[in-house]
């Protein structure tokens, strides 16, 4: 392979996340199917999670609180009838 920068840059970030997922989750085998992992998140997982959904919440609040219950409920109606679509 020829490494470049970009290349080096790519490799470094798949490692990189790949040791942010072990931080975040644990993983151990099933018991009825030994091909597969049972995937959940670590306390650490667990707590930055809810710190995202609170940021997210916030966000969404600050976004949609604006367009006031009229728009905000017609907003919505239109994303559910575009998710029956997709």
Known sequence: MN????????CY??????EVIRKLTLNSKAL??????????S????????QAISVVEEI???VFGSL???KKEKFLSLI????RFN
């Open 3 to 10: 490494w470049n920068k970009t290349s080096f840059v790519s």
């Open 13 to 18: 970030l798949d490692l990189l996340l790949i």
């Open 32 to 41: 009825n199917d030994s091909r597969s992992f049972i995937l959940k998140l």
């Open 43 to 50: 306390e650490t997982g667990k707590d930055l999670t809810l």
């Open 60 to 62: 969404d609040d600050k």
């Open 68 to 70: 006031g219950t009229a």
């Open 80 to 83: 559910l009838e575009f998710n």
